[in-house]
């Protein structure tokens, strides 16, 4: 399964990663990937996406400095796939960052593929499919970058002390199977449809046996699809000190959230005493969900186990989920706020049906769609013009960024739903979040000296209901990154905008591998011009992939005539009710006369059961967005 070229097998690289001694080693990881069957909820055997033959899939592990090299072969024989490497920069390496039709083809069955590149940044991250919707069928596994010099190891907790723990939503049909009917005219509201379970570690009933006066480092990955989870540990608060690869000053909370994507490495130290063992519980954020089944356990509950006699308690009822606000964090370096945008990227979002009456995802009334080349390689193989936002296609949403300027995104939420928004290639500073409700950044009236001295930061950031958000980074890394939410559903229907980041600096330093250019041959998928694969004229986008028309403004012809008929046949319809019911009965008895004056009038509500007697220097470029999740009516 694992190999390694260079000093070290991955074993004695994990051994060497304990005792802080590994330096620069490369670690090479042959990954077969295909389907095999798994049921880790206890109810439903289903098709599920391993890696050699197991599942879950084995983490990737290393130290600051090594070289990773994944070897990737493809033998599901139905799909293609690829791996993006949740939160890494994958500085000078854009190539490798791994989402289809950006950054590289897809890898088809049958073939194989490369991943090379080198880990220069401490934390928690994760690796998942990046390819139509797949990781929820069990492509995602935890990503671990071991630092030998965090100002926390030794200081408060030993390696041999770390946990690893995934928590995710499961849902128990294929997402093949479930994209149709979601993207479809049936599901007009965009419902997104519901996991079946939530896990622990990918399973349930989870034990973590643990020793008493001991201070262990847990590395907690939501690498679940939809759902957010509140997380917390009976009788044990948790320190934070990372969250998305940034460390950040202790912070003690007795509940955090995570969104899909979102990671937090805490400390959790344990009690003198061995006479109880203790829950561990994460609650799916069933706000999300349109529906909430009658049969849904939206919980996990695992247990610290201080002994293996003592019973494991079921968890206590909490009075309300309060979690920790991350926004709140110091970062541990105190990095200070950036200075003033060079540019403002200014996104609404909202979900809308087009013409086909299936509901997507916008930002700035554009639904992302995936364009005929990989917009890395337009950036590569247009010249001077790759400068020009026009050639990546009109439904990418593309924001060319100079190198060195300062970023401001901020996101208005006209949903009603909570949404995740991660960026690619950066951490950015998490500078400000509205409450639910409180409308656009424009409407709350904040300025810069409203902002944190010294912001937060990470690459994953919740988005509230009809809120906004404003985020912050510096342009310092070539490259295509996506900005996008977490929620798969919505990546799925398109709430994807692209930053091409000094596109001319990458014609200087990427040069795309043989494999890589071989998988977009195997496809017949070109890999160079525009978006429409155009070569000779950039500005050309005849032919490239589209969004649905619009649904057209008004009634049509057609619908007004159906229009004019649905009315005539209702009228038709009343009188000849009305005229039957007013007809006299000669076989009714006298007692059984209408006696309207007396009945007082009655309001019967929708609500069920209910009823009731009547009675200045920035570059600013705008951009608007539709999306849902947990929505109402707006």
Avoid at 39 to 65: E, H, L
Wanted: charged residues 15%.
């Amino acid at each position: 399964m694992f190999s390694t070229s260079g000093r070290f097998t991955l074993p004695a690289a994990l051994l060497a990663t304990l005792l802080g001694l590994s330096k620069g080693a490369t670690v090479t990881y042959d990954f077969n990937i295909a389907w095999l069957t798994a049921n880790p909820d206890g109810a439903f055997n289903r098709p599920t996406i391993g890696i050699n033959g197991q599942w879950p899939i084995p983490p990737i592990v290393g130290n600051i400095g090594d070289d990773i090299i994944v070897h990737v072969t493809n033998q599901l024989g139905n799909q293609t796939t690829s791996l993006h490497f949740h939160g890494l920069f994958m500085n000078g390496t854009t190539h490798m960052d791994g989402p289809s039709q950006v950054s590289q083809c897809s890898i088809p069955p049958g073939s194989s593929y490369t991943y090379n590149f080198t880990l220069n940044q401490p934390g928690t991250y994760w690796y998942h499919s990046h390819t139509n919707g797949q990781y929820p069928d069990g492509l995602r596994g935890p990503l671990i970058i071991h630092d030998p010099n965090s100002p926390f190891l030794d200081n408060y907790y030993q390696q041999e002390n770390e946990i690893v723990l995934t928590v995710s939503d499961w849902y128990h049909d294929q997402m093949a199977d479930l994209l149709p009917g979601f993207i479809n005219k049936g599901n007009p509201t965009g419902a997104e449809p519901v996991p079946q379970a939530a896990l622990f570690n990918d399973t349930q009933d989870l034990k973590i046996s643990v020793k008493p006066g001991t201070t262990y480092l847990f590395r907690m990955v939501n690498i679940g699809a939809f759902a957010g989870q509140y997380i917390w540990f009976e009788g044990h608060n948790m320190t934070i000190i990372e969250v998305d690869g940034v460390y950040h000053q202790p912070a003690v909370a007795e509940m955090i959230y995570l969104s899909a994507a979102q990671r937090c490495s805490f400390l959790v130290t344990t009690k003198n005493e061995t006479a109880a063992n203790y829950p561990l519980v994460a609650s799916m954020d069933t706000s999300l969900f349109d529906t909430i089944p009658d049969d849904l356990n939206y919980n996990v509950t695992g247990w610290l186990v201080y002994d293996e006699a003592q019973p494991l308690p079921d968890p206590a009822l909490v009075d309300e989920l309060d979690p920790f606000d991350d926004i709140t964090l110091l970062p541990y370096d105190n990095q200070t706020l950036l200075g003033k945008p060079d540019k403002i990227v200014e996104l609404d979002v909202i979900m809308d049906n087009l013409g086909d009456g299936a509901n997507y995802a916008f930002f700035n009334n554009i639904t992302y769609k995936s364009p005929k080349v990989p917009t890395l390689y337009t950036a590569l193989s247009a010249g001077e013009m790759a400068t020009d936002p026009t050639v990546y296609g009109s439904y990418t949403q593309s924001f060319v960024l100079e190198r060195g300027e300062i970023v401001q995104i901020i996101v208005n939420n006209l949903d009603t739903g909570r949404h995740p928004f991660h960026l690619h290639g950066h951490h950015f500073q998490a500078i400000y979040r509205s409450e639910e409700d409180a409308g656009t950044f424009e409407d709350v009236g904040v300025t810069e000296a409203d902002f944190p001295a010294t912001p937060m930061r990470r690459d994953t950031f919740v988005l509230y209901p009809t809120g906004n958000i404003v985020l912050r980074f510096r342009a310092d890394n070539p490259g295509v990154w996506l900005f996008h939410c977490h929620i798969e559903w919505h990546v799925t229907s398109g709430l994807i905008a692209t930053f091409v980041e000094a596109p001319l600096d990458i014609q200087k330093t990427i040069t795309i591998p043989p494999d890589h250019l071989a998988a977009c041959a195997a496809q017949n998928i070109p890999a160079a011009g525009n978006a429409a694969g155009n070569t000779v004229n950039l500005l050309d986008l005849t032919g490239e992939p589209r969004s649905p028309d619009p649904l057209p403004d008004g009634f049509t012809t057609r619908g007004k005539v159906a229009l004019a008929f649905s009315c005539l046949c209702g009228i038709l319809g009343v009188a000849a009710v009305a005229s039957y019911g007013l007809a006299p009965d000669a076989s009714a008895p006298s007692w059984a006369e209408p006696r309207v004056a007396e009945a007082p009038g009655v309001v019967v509500s929708s609500e069920p059961g209910a009823v009731g007697v009547a009675t200045p220097d920035a570059k600013v470029v705008s951009v608007t967005a539709i999306s849902g999740g947990g929505r109402g009516n707006a």
